[in-house]
């Protein structure tokens, strides 16, 4: 067990940046976590750290044991976690990070219930729609909107989330509608650009089960959706959105749905965990309380199928 605890206060080094806060965290002394660190490369054979006047950096042997020392520690913290709360409550700290415009509309407001569900539980979140390293930053979960890509992480579908074309009723009056996917390429379209560049082909499959894929323009791109549906209500053009994101705007008339009788491929709402072999209990219930409030996607009830 010391070696465990010797490979916990190293992983601590490295997402706190220090021995100085490692040792602060876990009620250390700086010289007891400095002799702990120096046993455990002893022990080992190889040095863990390069050290530099402003922060600790892993050798290739350091990250190459924080990658999967990290996993034994996490999974034998969640037994642990598992075996305390077997029939008591769940508690702990959940850290997640959401997809800024789901988390802030659909996620934040359930927090207090889930809070009140479990009342030893703390949640920390952070809000972003960029990708972030689970294990080097530390997360439990993200709820991640989309294809993901390949990796070793570990997801679970929430909810599907089906997409749409839309735009405001006064660019249509003003433009006209589209009566079929080729009509995009005349309009002014909406363009979302990410770490993959412009997404500026789209791909709808007709009525009829025909693939087409139209490289469409316009003169608004942005890398965060909300801008792109502000531009869409104020009348801008085309774009294409999730559902759960302007389903509001739908009911409201704000938007109509453009070329309803063709489809975008449908995508998923995911909650992605780090690969373990135990989820923390925390995790767990908070990824089936998602699945229960979001599964049958209540933000299309009322909406055309």
């Known amino acids: 067990m010391d070696r465990v605890g010797d490979l916990a206060l190293f992983l601590r080094v490295l997402d706190l940046g220090s021995i100085t806060a490692a040792a602060r965290s876990l009620d250390l002394s700086v010289a007891v976590a400095s002799q702990r660190l120096k046993r455990l490369e002893r022990d080992l054979g190889v040095r863990l750290l390069h050290r530099t006047t402003r922060r600790l950096h892993p050798t290739p042997e350091g990250a190459a044991l924080a990658q999967q020392g990290r996993v034994l520690v996490e999974d034998l913290e969640a037994l642990g976690s598992g075996l305390r709360e077997t029939g008591t409550e769940i508690a702990g700290t959940l850290r997640v990070t959401l997809s800024a415009s789901f988390g802030r509309q659909y996620i934040s407001p359930l927090l207090p219930q889930f809070l009140a569900m479990h009342p030893k539980l703390r949640i ?28 070793g992480l570990v997801a679970r579908q929430i909810a599907p989330n089906r997409r749409v074309l839309c735009a405001s009723p006064d660019y249509l009056r003003r433009r006209g509608a589209p009566e079929l996917p080729r009509d995009l390429v005349q309009h002014d379209c909406l363009l979302l650009f990410g770490s993959a560049g412009r997404q500026d082909v789209w791909r709808l499959q007709d009525r009829h089960g025909e693939e087409h894929a139209i490289r469409v323009q316009g003169r608004f791109e942005s890398n965060y959706g909300e801008l792109l549906r502000d531009a869409s209500v104020a009348g801008e053009g085309i774009a294409i959105h999730s559902l759960w994101h302007v389903a509001e705007d739908l009911r409201a008339g704000r938007l109509q749905v453009v070329l309803p009788d063709c489809r975008l491929a449908t995508t998923a709402i995911s909650a992605v965990m780090p690969q373990r072999r135990l989820v923390p209990p925390r995790v767990g219930a908070f990824v089936d309380f998602l699945v229960l409030q979001f599964g049958d996607a209540p933000w299309e009830r009322g909406l055309a199928p």
């Not at 952070?126 to 990796?151: C, K, M, N, P, T």
């Open 124 to 151: 920390s979140v952070h809000l972003s729609d960029q990708v972030v390293d689970l294990v080097s930053e530390g997360f439990d979960l993200a709820i991640r909107i989309g294809a993901l890509e390949d990796s």
